[in-house]
T-cell receptor
Framework: EAQVTQNPRYLITVTGKKLTVTCSQN?????MSWYRQDPGLGLRQIYY???????DKGDVPEGYKVSRKEKRNFPLILESPSPNQTSLYFC????????????FGPGTRLTVL | AQKITQTQPGMFVQEKEAVTLDCTYD???????LFWYKQPSSGEMIFLIY??????QNATEGRYSLNFQKARKSANLVISASQLGDSAMYFC????????????????FGTGTQLKVEL
């Protein structure tokens, strides 16, 4: 089954404790992206990657890092999480066919205390 | 200015009725794409339908259709024969510019419309 997976789905952590949210897709997509969703703000892009070893900042990159060492994986790293990073996070991947439709993972609900 | 505007924060519809969710967009690029996503209470984002700016006909996918009015810059989602399972948040999104060779145009999202289907 074609899909984007994320882990963990839920995470409660404390300020300053480094964490990684994994994202993997099995569709051989070149493009992958991370979004955060906050009430009243819709989805905002954090980082994206056009291909292996090619990443760039989105609209809200502060406090986040990413890497793309393999085509299928695109982890999101929070080196020193803060409470304002409490949010719902989505990973997505896309292909130029069908208008470059982005397919989303199930989401990771992160709470930083 | 907002690039995607969804003016209905919440809507109610009776089961089996049709409902229209509004979306207006703002872009000066002649090439763009418009998407609708559904987000049920479980949280996942489900792709529903896509309309390209050069597509001559309105997109349809099962009970979903996109009423694309280019001159008015609107891309309303029409759900026919509403079902209880349609209760969810619905997001309109836009890709500006032509599709890149490897994909990867940024999507800009609206703030969503919460739809509640009633018996």
């Amino acid at each position: 089954e074609a899909q984007v997976t994320q882990n963990p789905r839920y995470l409660i952590t404390v300020t300053g404790k480094k964490l990684t949210v994994t994202c993997s897709q099995n569709m051989n997509h070149e493009y992958m992206s991370w979004y955060r969703q906050d009430p009243g703000l819709g989805l905002r892009q954090i980082y994206y990657s056009m291909n292996v070893e090619v990443t760039d900042k989105g609209d809200v990159p502060e406090g986040y890092k990413v890497s793309r060492k393999e085509k299928r994986n695109f982890p999101l790293i929070l080196e020193s999480p803060s409470p304002n990073q409490t949010s719902l996070y989505f990973c997505a991947s896309s292909h130029p066919a069908r208008g470059d439709t982005q397919y989303f993972g199930p989401g990771t609900r992160l709470t930083v205390l | 200015a907002q690039k995607i505007t969804q003016t209905q924060p919440g809507m109610f519809v009776q089961e089996k009725e049709a409902v229209t969710l509004d979306c207006t967009y703002d872009t000066s690029d002649p090439s763009y794409g418009l998407f609708w996503y559904k987000q049920p209470s479980s949280g996942e984002m489900i792709f529903l339908i896509y309309q390209g700016s050069y597509d001559q006909q309105n997109a349809t996918e099962g009970r979903y259709s996109l009423n694309f009015q280019k001159a008015r810059k609107s891309a309303n989602l029409v759900i026919s024969a509403s079902q209880l399972g349609d209760s969810a948040m619905y997001f309109c999104a836009m890709r500006e510019g032509p599709i890149l060779t490897g994909g990867g145009n940024k999507l800009t999202f609206g703030t969503g419309t919460q739809l509640k289907v009633e018996l």
